[in-house]
């Protein structure tokens, strides 16, 4: 581990450049192999940060970045240990999931993804958003888990991406929903400003009818209470704040004026807000 550390540390500090005679495609296979360590610095910075930049300056084959697409999304890396909780698990599905806007990124610029490929994606993702138990965010000594937050970022650049159709989105929003729905877990680290992305790249699309949206703002301030407590209140205050962070990404959007304003008026109905 302390040798692709080391490694990496040289990587980012001469700019992202690979040393003489190393074989890139043969580092990236080797750094997916510790992609859920919980080393946070191996993790998250050296990792991911040097994938990331490697994406965004197109350091990578085509052929490459779809490999790692199809790992990263397998049983042994997406699922990996699936249905945990408190587990260490949680990195290697989070971090996991976090190359997914990577991929998507580099096909609007490559354009090399078929129908299949974009079926599974959806269906691999959508299915990781329904199936992930463990909502921790920060973790002490360990660093970020961040499951939903990084979940929620592969569900925005999928609703952001043009081939998927009207019944792709409308699924993908009411997965939103159902997940603030959740009541043993307060989501305290910025999940409802991630999930609201996701929401806002859907009223981009224009693919949904403004009642659709209304409606499900409406279901999610009148959920139904259990009696329960704090269960109900852990409820209130994950929808409440899905809530507000899509209205005030709203806001941010051109021409959405009047769609805010309904929406404004449908929480003000709402009993939960």
């Given at each position: 581990m302390n040798k692709i550390k080391d490694l990496l540390r040289d990587v980012q500090n001469n700019n992202f450049k690979t040393p003489m005679g190393t074989d890139i495609n043969q580092l990236v296979k080797e750094m997916i192999l510790y992609i859920g360590s919980v080393d946070h610095e191996l993790r998250d910075k050296l990792?991911?940060?040097?994938?990331?930049?490697?994406?965004?300056?197109?350091?990578?084959?085509?052929?490459?970045?779809?490999?790692?697409?199809?790992?990263?999304?397998?049983?042994?890396?997406?699922?990996?240990?699936?249905?945990?909780?408190?587990?260490?698990?949680?990195?290697?599905?989070?971090?996991?999931?976090?190359?997914?806007?990577?991929?998507?990124?580099?096909?609007?610029?490559?354009?090399?993804?078929?129908?299949?490929?974009?079926?599974?994606?959806?269906?691999?993702?959508?299915?990781?958003?329904?199936?992930?138990?463990?909502?921790?965010?920060?973790?002490?000594?360990?660093?970020?888990?961040?499951?939903?937050?990084?979940?929620?970022?592969?569900?925005?650049?999928?609703?952001?991406?043009?081939?998927?159709?009207?019944?792709?989105?409308?699924?993908i929003l009411e997965l939103i929903g159902e997940k603030s729905y959740f009541n043993n877990y307060y989501f305290i680290n910025g999940e409802d400003e991630r999930m609201a992305e996701v929401v806002i790249q859907i009223v981009k699309r224009n693919k949904l009818k403004k009642d659709i949206l209304l409606n499900w703002v409406q279901q999610l301030g009148d959920f139904k209470r259990l009696d329960i407590y704090p269960q109900d209140d852990i409820k209130r205050g994950n929808t409440k704040n899905l809530l507000r962070s899509v209205y005030f990404k709203l806001l941010d959007i051109n021409g959405s004026e009047v769609i805010t304003n309904e929406i404004v008026k449908t929480l003000k109905k709402s009993k939960s807000i």
């Amino acid at each position: 581990m302390n040798k692709i550390k080391d490694l990496l540390r040289d990587v980012q500090n001469n700019n992202f450049k690979t040393p003489m005679g190393t074989d890139i495609n043969q580092l990236v296979k080797e750094m997916i192999l510790y992609i859920g360590s919980v080393d946070h610095e191996l993790r998250d910075k050296l990792i991911y940060g040097t994938l990331y930049r490697w994406i965004m300056d197109q350091e990578l084959s085509v052929d490459l970045v779809r490999q790692l697409l199809y790992v990263t999304l397998d049983d042994d890396h997406l699922f990996h240990g699936i249905g945990d909780i408190d587990q260490d698990t949680v990195f290697t599905r989070s971090f996991s999931v976090l190359f997914v806007p990577l991929a998507l990124h580099y096909n609007d610029i490559f354009n090399y993804l078929t129908e299949s490929d974009y079926e599974y994606v959806y269906s691999r993702v959508t299915l990781y958003f329904e199936r992930e138990k463990d909502f921790r965010g920060y973790i002490l000594d360990k660093g970020w888990a961040h499951s939903i937050a990084h979940a929620a970022d592969a569900l925005a650049s999928i609703a952001a991406a043009s081939y998927y159709s009207r019944e792709h989105l409308l699924f993908i929003l009411e997965l939103i929903g159902e997940k603030s729905y959740f009541n043993n877990y307060y989501f305290i680290n910025g999940e409802d400003e991630r999930m609201a992305e996701v929401v806002i790249q859907i009223v981009k699309r224009n693919k949904l009818k403004k009642d659709i949206l209304l409606n499900w703002v409406q279901q999610l301030g009148d959920f139904k209470r259990l009696d329960i407590y704090p269960q109900d209140d852990i409820k209130r205050g994950n929808t409440k704040n899905l809530l507000r962070s899509v209205y005030f990404k709203l806001l941010d959007i051109n021409g959405s004026e009047v769609i805010t304003n309904e929406i404004v008026k449908t929480l003000k109905k709402s009993k939960s807000i």
